[in-house]
């Protein structure tokens, strides 16, 4: 698997980044395209609904792998 790579979102106005390896980062993208909303919408859902205890890059990870074990 690849290493992760920083990328830049922005949730509800404010910038943040997080590390993702790229089949992650391909997958969130087309989760995001399927559900019709921008990248930054559905990570800003997943930061809402996560965790505390969670980082966002794992909480990501985690709705990928849920999306697609269905």
Do not use: C, Q
Not at 6 to 32: M, N, Q, Y
Not at 38 to 60: C, H, K, M, P
């Amino acid at each position: 698997m690849s290493r992760p790579v920083k990328r830049s979102l922005t949730l509800r106005g404010h910038r943040t980044s997080v590390s993702l390896e790229d089949p992650f980062w391909a997958a969130f993208r087309e989760i995001a395209e399927i559900e019709n909303k921008a990248i930054n919408a559905l990570a800003a859902e997943i930061d809402e609904s996560r965790d505390v205890d969670t980082g966002l890059a794992s909480a990501i990870r985690l709705y990928v792998l849920k999306h697609y074990r269905g």
